[in-house]
């Protein structure tokens, strides 16, 4: 094999190509260092005598389906300038590695558009392996995100794995990436990001949240400046709840057995868009009458729906003046659960109506999340946790399909 062979193909440059064989679909290249990197390891001087060699196998980049194997002889050496014995660098691998640095390349790039398992199944290599490239990359890379350009942020808790364990994430919004993974979900979960964003004098604009106390309290105390914007699908959904929860009222109210029937089974038909209801499943009939015997939960069904206009108004004045217009009308219904819902938005409407400001919610997050359950599911299960948080780092730069 001839020299440029062994640089263009196999990427060894300072070595000579003494044998090759082949065995059981694996080449073996034996090599070994030019006489210029034959040097001290310590002093780098090229005075040194030669005390024996030691061979090293490395795995190098495959040749079609076949693995490469370098092996690797390295002579040790005693230098006359400083008087160190050691054996010399090899330059091709990192130290008690068992893969050359073009092999760590290669596994990284294939990394981008394909799982861990399907690397490893591709190259014939043990999970470890693949694992370990990609952590070493990880932590060169994601160990601290860049936060000085950091503008609007969005901050949710996610549930992962069993018994309830949650994370805190904080997601950039221009970028789509994770800034931060916190234990719990707490406003102490997010110490550490507080005083990381402070130490890199990030001008922060905006913040979405959803409308927990300890969010709002943890946002005001270290981004007195930034705009809280509360997220409208988590407002929505709080209607919907307060929908079920007057419907099970008036299932267990019922004076008789027709008007439990009829409530019976519409807890979704209630939370469904208009438009999404089936007529060949008699959806919108069974709707109607439902409405149509209990008033009150006519009234807070067509107020949910009269919510979202809320967010389609021309500007943030008109929104306002239909905000105080919903809180009058459900204030008049006299129903208990919109009448206390009612009072909670108008005393939360500033980050309400801040969506008009900055148009922003932790929408993009909940994607996110999706993606974080198919990465676990992909993976089966991601144990280290170190390893964990720095693939969420990296999540928003994932180029295979995150899917099943």
Sequence with gaps: MSQAMLYQVFGLRGYTPTKTEVQER????HVEPQPHRVRCPCCGSRDVLRSGSKERWLRNLPVGSDCTWVIVKLPRVKCRACGAVRQIESGLA????????????????LSRYMTIQDVMRHLSVSWDIVKDIQL?????????????????????????????????????????????????????????????????????????????KAYI??????????????????????????????????HREAVDKLHQDVLKGTRWLLLK?????DPAKGEPRRLREALRLNQSLATAYYLKEDLRQIWEQSGKFAARLKLLDWYHQAMASGVRVLMAFAAFLLAHQEGLLAWYDY????????????????MQRQHYGLRDH???????????????????
């Design 217 to 250: 309290s943890a946002v005001r105390k270290n981004l007195p400046e930034a705009t809280i914007v509360f997220d409208r699908f988590h407002l929505v959904k709080l209607m919907n709840e307060k929908l079920t929860q007057l419907r099970r009222e008036l």
């Design 273 to 277: 868009l208009p438009e999404n209801l």
């Design 136 to 212: 070493r990359n990880l932590r060169k890379r994601y160990a601290k995100p860049p936060l000085k350009k950091v503008r609007q942020i969005a901050i949710d808790e996610i549930c992962i794995g069993r018994g309830y364990r949650f994370l805190t994430l904080v997601l950039d919004l221009t970028t789509g990436a994770i800034l931060f993974v916190g234990q719990g979900k707490s406003a102490e979960s997010l110490r550490p990001f507080w005083r990381r964003l402070k130490a890199s004098r990030a001008k922060v604009k905006a913040v979405a949240i959803d409308m927990s």
């Design 359 to 374: 148009p922003i919610s932790t929408g993009p997050l909940e994607g996110t999340n999706n993606k974080i359950r198919t």
């Design 94 to 109: 990192e130290p008690k590695r068992t893969y050359t640095r073009s092999f760590e390349r290669y596994v990284l790039e």
């Design 386 to 404: 170190e390893f964990f948080t720095l693939k969420l780092y990296q999540l928003h730069e994932a180029k295979y399909a995150l899917i099943g």
């Design 26 to 29: 694996s080449l073996l290249l």
